[in-house]
T-cell receptor
Framework: GAVVSQHPSWVICKSGTSVKIECRSL??????MFWYRQFPKQSLMLMAT?????????EQGVEKDKFLINHASLTLSTLTVTSAHPEDSSFYIC????????????FGDGTRLSIL | KNQVEQSPQSLIILEGKNCTLQ??????????LRWYKQDTGRGPVSLTI?????NTKSNGRYTATLDADTKQSSLHITASQLSDSASYIC?????????????FGTGTKLQVIP
């Protein structure tokens, strides 16, 4: 089945550091990728929608200068958390959808980000 | 406002027993409804996808139902196994193509005990 690989799976870093998270679709071309954030015991919250070759669309309340998204190819999107602070600590999950929008989104395994 | 509500919030059952999870939604216009299983610390994995015209869909021991008139769905798990312990998320898709809107439920946390 379709596989989405997310890397790294766990990051611990100091406050002020910028962290890059990669999301790759391994066996299909993803015209659209999504980035979510999930706090403990809560559901996924969509942060932004990333379309290959164009600027990402951010949800209300998500700072685009804080969470930089690049979707340079049909198989790779990156999320960079710039100057991370402890309140940015969360579980970040990406998902990818192939050209057939009726297919389900395929989720990565998430990245647990801990800012000290 | 598009909303997806799930119940119960959490559930503990004995291994081998059956259980049913509920999902009520107010999303419009409806495109399809999906159930996902999310293991702790992992990304969600799709279990079923149901369109407007489908009432029941099975995937192994998982059976999903959909009543588009009452805007309700259920996920029935038969003969539960310890590995079924996870959060189950109901997701409703509205719109189509590049204008799809995805609304996530808050999930039901299922724990299967021996």
């Amino acid at each position: 089945g379709a596989v989405v690989s997310q890397h790294p799976s766990w990051v611990i870093c100091k406050s002020g550091t910028s962290v890059k998270i990669e999301c790759r679709s391994l066996d299909f071309q993803a015209t659209t990728m999504f980035w979510y954030r999930q706090f403990p015991k809560q559901s996924l919250m969509l942060m932004a929608t990333s379309n290959e070759g164009s600027k990402a669309t951010y949800e209300q309340g998500v700072e685009k200068d804080k969470f930089l998204i690049n979707h340079a190819s049909l198989t790779l999107s990156t999320l960079t958390v710039t100057s991370a602070h402890p309140e940015d600590s969360s579980f970040y999950i990406c998902s990818a959808r192939d050209m057939d929008s009726n297919q389900p989104q395929h989720f990565g395994d998430g990245t647990r980000l801990s800012i000290l | 406002k598009n909303q997806v509500e799930q119940s119960p919030q959490s559930l503990i059952i004995l291994e081998g027993k059956n259980c049913t999870l509920q999902c009520n939604y107010t999303v419009s216009p409806f495109s399809n409804l999906r159930w996902y299983k999310q293991d702790t610390g992992r990304g969600p994995v799709s279990l079923t996808i149901m369109t407007f015209s489908e009432n029941t869909k099975s995937n192994g021991r998982y059976t999903a139902t959909l009543d588009a008139d009452t805007k309700q769905s259920s996920l029935h798990i038969t003969a539960s196994q310890l590995s079924d312990s996870a959060s189950y998320i109901c997701v409703v898709i509205s719109g189509s193509g590049g204008y799809q809107k995805v609304t996530f439920g808050t999930g039901t946390k299922l724990q299967v005990i021996p």
